[in-house]
């Protein structure tokens, strides 16, 4: 065998091997292992009754898009809240890595998926004829979901979504000085309905990310 050969069959095995470690956990999660949605978060010093109230529904929409596009068998945290309680585990706030895994162990699941809302920005977008002006406002929502493998600790999984949803409305139908059914951000009320809608778009985006890069789509 010539150096230059066995050079090239020395090189091509190097890069065999780093690919395969690039990507250990797609083999190791297999269809029908437990999973646990333990918290998605949105942290951030303004506005923190209206974070809390979508880190709440994040982590319903996530757990609901778990359950009906995933492989996986969703554990009830429901049920699990009492014990984890028990043993001094908060599932809200500041999520680590570390914390999931101890999470997981707990609650004998295989994984662990938490993570959290990056960014709600809300954009308006005015256009206007003779007899009627429209005011159109977006909301845009970014997410990042992580998933752990409760037995070593390590991330074998990440996904990230976004939403984005878009309302209408003539200036001469808007209502004002209403709180029903809204949220406040900043110096805005905005539609709940509007926002919601973004965040169960960028939820499932980011479940479905999540889940086609360790093959676990039904």
């Not at 095995?13 to 690039?22: E, P």
């Not at 990507?23 to 009754?49: K, L, M, T, W």
């Not at 999470?103 to 954009?123: E, F, H, P, R, W």
């Amino acid at each position: 065998m010539s150096k230059k050969l066995g050079l090239a069959i020395v090189s091509f095995c190097l890069c065999i091997g780093m690919l395969l470690a690039l990507h250990p956990a797609e083999a190791a999660v297999r269809p029908g292992a437990s999973v646990a949605i333990v918290s998605v978060g949105f942290y951030g010093q303004n506005d923190v009754e209206t974070r809390k109230i979508l880190a709440g529904k994040a982590t319903e929409f996530v757990g609901e898009y778990m359950f009906k596009g995933s492989k996986l068998k969703v554990k009830d945290m429901e049920e699990a809240l009492p014990e984890l309680k028990a043993n001094g585990v908060d599932t809200e706030g500041n999520i680590t890595q570390d914390d999931a895994a101890k999470i997981g162990k707990l609650l004998n699941a295989d994984y662990v998926i938490y993570g959290n809302i990056m960014s709600l920005s809300i954009t308006h977008d005015s256009t206007g004829v003779v007899v009627v002006e429209t005011e159109s406002v977006i909301a845009n929502t970014d997410m990042m979901l992580k998933m752990v493998d409760t037995h070593t600790g390590s991330i074998v999984s990440t996904g990230r979504g976004k939403g984005s949803s878009r309302q209408t409305s003539g200036s001469v139908i808007v209502p004002t000085n209403t709180t029903v059914g809204m949220y406040q951000w900043g110096s805005d009320q905005l539609s709940q309905e509007i926002v919601d809608r973004a965040v169960i778009e960028s939820s499932e985006h980011a479940v479905q990310e999540l889940l086609k890069k360790i093959n676990m789509q039904k």
